[in-house]
């Protein structure tokens, strides 16, 4: 019998991902965590540390929305924050989520919004 919970499963698959992908400053990473509430992303510069914008469930637009359409729609004001800030591509970092359901409506509304990943 196995003591590893999915939680830790998850967390062996993002360290995986993140040896694998780095944000940079023309090319930031977008980080997303899931909770069964809702849905949290930002913009990250790893090679300065920075977190550049973000957006979570909680903000008034996206409080009262289904899980799916919330995702959207936090995608789309992400990716529109993104563009005031001057960003136009950057990598996707889903993890350690599976690339189903409410991440990739997420990225889905992240492209919507005009932001290549």
Known sequence: MSLVTKEQRRLKRRRRVRAKIS???????????RTNRGIFAQVID????????????????????KATEQ???AGK???ERAKKAGIEVAV???GGYKY???VAAFAAGIREG????
């Open 77 to 79: 004001l992400l990716a």
């Open 92 to 94: 996707f970092d889903r």
């Open 46 to 65: 790893d090679l300065a540390g920075h977190t550049i914008v973000s957006v979570q469930w909680t903000e008034a637009e996206l409080k009262d929305l």
């Open 23 to 33: 944000g940079t400053a023309e090319r930031p990473r977008v980080s997303v965590r």
């Open 71 to 73: 995702a959207t729609a």
């Open 100 to 102: 189903h359901g409410r």
């Open 114 to 117: 005009g932001l290549q990943l």
